[in-house]
Nanobody, 119 residues
Framework: VQLQASGGGLVQPGGSLRLSCAASGSIFSVNAMAWYRQAPGKQRELVAGIRSGGRTNYAESVKGRFTISRDNAENTVYLQMNSLKREDTAVYYC??????????????WGKGTQVTVSS
């Protein structure tokens, strides 16, 4: 199983970016999916999560600015980030709880994608 993230980059404060993360491989089902981020010198933190039924949760710092969504048919999770601030600069990681025929349920992580908010 692989999680492939894309969509990071450099954006000015107040701008927008959309991250995508697709799961591929021998997948039986995908349960919760989430985005985390890690800024230099800081611990990795949860940004947003979404359950298979669509229920979402967000870090207080991104509420009202970020929106997490998913396409269950494509095993893909998205993070729409609006009104970006300098403090949103970090490496963003996608994470998913995936059930595979071989190993049952486990957490999988994608390689990070850099988001830099700077003028």
């Amino acid at each position: 199983v692989q999680l492939q993230a894309s969509g990071g980059g450099l954006v000015q404060p107040g701008g927008s970016l959309r991250l995508s993360c697709a799961a591929s491989g021998s997948i039986f089902s995908v349960n919760a999916m989430a985005w985390y981020r890690q800024a230099p010198g800081k611990q990795r933190e949860l940004v947003a999560g979404i359950r298979s039924g669509g229920r979402t949760n967000y870090a207080e710092s991104v509420k009202g600015r970020f929106t997490i969504s998913r396409d269950n048919a494509e095993n893909t999770v998205y993070l729409q980030m609006n009104s970006l601030k300098r403090e949103d600069t970090a490496v963003y990681y996608c994470q998913a709880q995936i059930v595979t025929p071989q190993f049952g349920g486990a957490d999988y992580w994608g390689k990070g994608t850099q988001v830099t908010v700077s003028s």
